[in-house]
T-cell receptor
Framework: GAVVSQHPSWVICKSGTSVKIECRSL??????MFWYRQFPKQSLMLMAT?????????EQGVEKDKFLINHASLTLSTLTVTSAHPEDSSFYIC????????????FGPGTRLLVL | QKEVEQDPGPLSVPEGAIVSLNCTYS??????FMWYRQYSRKGPELLMY????GNKEDGRFTAQVDKSSKYISLFIRDSQPSDSATYLC??????????????FGKGTHLIIQP
């Protein structure tokens, strides 16, 4: 149980284009999902918290107009990187919190984004 | 000072040895502590989750929390080459207080030598 999927697993795009990443909880309902970013040899950094049916909460320094988050259902959250630039290249990982086990988070496999 | 300090390693030990991984933290609001294992280019996998000070055991893994010292540990017994990975400590405060996301350590790269 507690499986979280992400799609796509990797994406290469040209500078200026937008990229959408999906995060799904496969066998549990997730009222809250989180988006993290990880640069090489660095730790995971929380970008935003996504609650089903409401606006996302962004961490300080994360541009909400650049990283659009939509949590349309209890099993799906999407992160759209708008007008991507090379400095946005990173490993984006989502996690989902099981509404029954509020303090644990299960992570997706991550999406590697390369902006040329 | 970073909120969570973790030695990035690499830590190299022979197969069968007991591995000790540690993190220290400065934020006394942290109440929940987790250990994740991350293989290269993969998402983190939850290994252990603890709340109280003391020890929690699950198979070959033992998580230890000392809230008074703000120090947590993960012990791996009978280490195997397949345990080679990066181990991340993570922690958070109480839910609903606006701090629901996890704060991670940098991760310790562990190598188990056959």
């Amino acid at each position: 149980g507690a499986v979280v999927s992400q799609h796509p697993s990797w994406v290469i795009c040209k500078s200026g284009t937008s990229v959408k990443i999906e995060c799904r909880s496969l066998d549990f309902q997730a009222t809250t999902m989180f988006w993290y970013r990880q640069f090489p040899k660095q730790s995971l950094m929380l970008m935003a918290t996504s609650n089903e049916g409401s606006k996302a909460t962004y961490e300080q320094g994360v541009e909400k107009d650049k990283f659009l988050i939509n949590h349309a259902s209890l099993t799906l959250s999407t992160l759209t990187v708008t007008s991507a630039h090379p400095e946005d290249s990173s490993f984006y990982i989502c996690s989902a919190r099981d509404w029954l086990l509020q303090e644990t988070q299960y992570f997706g496999p991550g999406t590697r984004l390369l902006v040329l | 000072q970073k909120e969570v300090e973790q030695d990035p390693g690499p830590l190299s030990v022979p197969e069968g040895a007991i591995v000790s991984l540690n993190c220290t933290y400065s934020n006394s609001a942290f109440q929940y502590f987790m250990w994740y294992r991350q293989y290269s280019r993969k998402g983190p996998e939850l290994l252990m989750y603890t709340y109280s000070s003391g020890n929690k055991e699950d198979g070959r893994f033992t998580a230890q929390v000392d809230k008074s010292s703000k120090y947590i540990s993960l012990f791996i017994r009978d280490s195997q080459p397949s345990d080679s990975a990066t181990y991340l400590c993570a922690m958070k405060g109480y839910s609903g207080g606006g701090a629901d996301g996890l704060t991670f350590g940098k991760g310790t790269h562990l190598i188990i030598q056959p």
